[in-house]
């Protein structure tokens, strides 16, 4: 099915096989605000190609506002055109660096060739059912040629520091990035569009921002045809549909563009394909939730900050880490050395209670960008789990950073002098730890020598993470994780930076081969027998120590080093 059968365009359309060189023709779009106006065309003639969109009409736009705003801009991509008051297509396409006045035009044939139905349970749409013939445009990519051309409105970012609105702009693509500022998440039932409206679609909505505007191209009730070509091209999709405003147009010898802001969520995208975008007002898509809670303990200022992105988690992985770490750096003001806390909780989205981790980051050059790794991996991850979905969700991030090295740093560790231990003796270690250009302070730990303990034994303290054991278990292809709780489980069984780990060591250990323990299981063992004690601080702990035991024999006699 396509849009052909269930889109009905006011006026008809003028179909390609009608279309003739030296036909006039009349776009719609918004140069200023969000009042619409005309502008003249004249219709040059039709290009073929193999990919989607199938054929396109070359066209010059001219007039007063086309010659101010230094002709075709991005941002007018979607711009319906008339002629005779049947609708040609949308504006979609030009050159860089060209004569801006000419530009292609994806007709309505092709546009409604974009397959209508969302997959998924989005109410009042239906599902599509069955796979897209190889006569839908939309079963295959727009060739590399014909995106180049296309006349992608600059991304908007708003909320984050400039690097991270780089980084974000690079895993879209994006070839130009503009500021935006905070807009509403709400779902907005104002009057919703028409031809020649001005149009926003966004992967962030609220205090951080990511998204792009371009026209509307056609109307049909509360459904949408948009762009003339793709935002992203990815298919059935769900994303912010916004109303959006435009200050102005900016000349540019490169691409003219249209300069805007995106404004209040008023419904939901959901096609972006290689001829256009298809969506419905008054449908709130799902999105995820991230309630971030900065502070800077240096000056005692706190912020809050609030956003909602789309569900998508391959197109999340380019957007989240960088606009959250983007988002903390714009709030800290700065980027540099320092220490971090970082608490993540993570709710909703199916799990059966929430789930939590804390661990804290310290760099000599750029905290931020080391603060965030972790949380990348594991944002990276749950969402695309096998076995649970776990979205929509809502994530809690509440970060505390300083501009100090606060760090503990593991200066040196005793055991009992002269004398011979055995196994299954509890013993006592003394680690001397001294705070970043504090003085160092001693603490005991009591730990028990395995009471199977053979071959050399020694003692190691160190900072969490570091020399950490592996899941061996699962890189020999002996375990697998086979549930979420399970994922959820190992997760949580990872070292976090401010913790001090004491632990026996000693030939005992099978070996890798031999070990069928996941690491959590390895962990609960060891903590049961005393062997592994383990302190959590309000530090980076950084160092790693070693105390070999000489040990005897059960009943007393000496086994050695």
């Not at 200023?32 to 073929?48: A, E, S, W, Y």
């Not at 096998?386 to 100090?404: G, N, Y």
């Not at 231990?421 to 028990?448: A, C, H, M, S, Y």
Request: aromatic share 6%; net charge neutral.
């Amino acid at each position: 099915m396509a849009l052909a059968d269930t889109f009905n365009v006011k006026g008809g359309i003028l179909r390609v096989g009608d279309i003739k060189p030296s036909l006039k023709g009349v776009g719609l779009t918004v140069f200023q605000g969000r009042d619409i106006k005309p502008f003249d065309l004249d219709i040059l003639g039709v290009l073929d190609q193999h990919e989607a969109p199938r054929r396109l009409v070359l066209v010059r736009a001219k007039g007063d506002l086309i010659g101010r705003s230094g002709g075709i801009a991005a941002g007018m991509s979607g711009s319906p055109v008339y002629v005779g008051g049947r609708l040609v297509g949308a504006v979609g396409f030009g050159w860089e660096f060209g004569d801006h006045r000419m530009g292609l035009v994806t007709p309505m044939e092709e546009m409604l060739k974009i397959p209508p139905m969302e997959r998924g349970e989005t109410p009042g749409v239906e599902r599509l059912e069955g796979p897209m013939d190889e006569e839908d445009g939309g079963a295959r990519d727009v060739a590399p040629e014909s995106q180049d051309l296309a006349l992608y409105s600059p991304l908007m970012i708003g909320g984050v520091s400039g690097r991270f609105a780089k980084r974000i702009a690079g895993g879209l693509s994006a070839r130009q990035i503009l500021p935006s500022g905070r807009n509403d998440t709400q779902l907005s039932r104002g009057p919703g569009f028409e031809p020649g409206s001005a149009l926003g679609v966004a992967l962030a909505v609220g205090d951080v921002t990511v998204g792009s505007i371009g026209t509307v191209t056609a109307v049909d009730g509360d459904k949408f045809l948009a762009f003339g070509h793709p935002f992203l091209n990815r298919g059935t999709v769900r994303f912010f549909a916004t109303d959006a405003s435009v200050v102005g147009v900016i000349p540019s010898l490169q691409t003219p563009f249209k300069l805007g802001s995106l404004g209040a969520v008023v419904g939901t995208v959901m096609q972006d394909r290689p001829q256009g975008i298809y969506g419905r007002v008054g449908v709130f898509p799902p999105f995820n939730e991230y309630h971030i809670h900065f502070t800077d303990v240096d000056s005692g200022k706190s912020a809050v900050r609030r956003f909602r992105a789309v569900t998508d988690p391959f197109v999340a992985s380019s957007v989240i880490t960088p606009a959250v770490a983007g988002c903390v750096e714009d709030l800290w003001g700065r980027s540099g050395q320092g220490t971090g806390e970082v608490s993540m909780t993570i709710e909703g989205g199916g799990l059966k209670e929430p789930w939590s981790r804390t661990n804290f980051f310290s760099s000599p050059s750029d905290l931020v960008e080391a603060m965030f790794k972790e949380f990348d991996v594991i944002h990276t991850l749950l969402p695309v789990n096998p076995f649970r979905k776990i979205s929509p969700m809502t994530v809690k991030l509440d970060v505390k950073v300083t501009e100090l090295p606060k760090v503990l740093y593991l200066e040196r560790v005793e055991v009992p002098k002269d004398r011979t231990f055995n196994p299954g003796e509890l013993i006592g270690v003394d680690v001397w730890l001294r705070p970043w250009r504090g003085k160092p302070q001693k603490r005991t730990f009591n730990v028990k020598i395995p009471a199977d303990a053979k071959g050399p034994v020694e003692v190691v303290v160190r900072g969490g993470g570091i020399g950490e054991r592996e899941q061996e278990s699962i890189k020999m292809g002996r375990r697998s994780i086979d549930s979420l709780d399970a994922l959820l489980r190992e997760i949580s069984a990872l070292e976090a930076n401010n913790e001090i780990v004491v632990e026996v060591l000693s030939g005992r250990e099978k070996d890798r081969e031999e070990e069928t323990r996941l690491l959590s299981e390895i962990k609960a063992d060891l903590t049961k027998e005393g062997s592994m004690r383990v302190l959590k601080t309000n530090y980076y702990v950084d160092g790693f120590l070693r105390v070999p035991l000489k040990m005897g024999t059960k009943d007393g006699e000496d086994a050695g080093d």
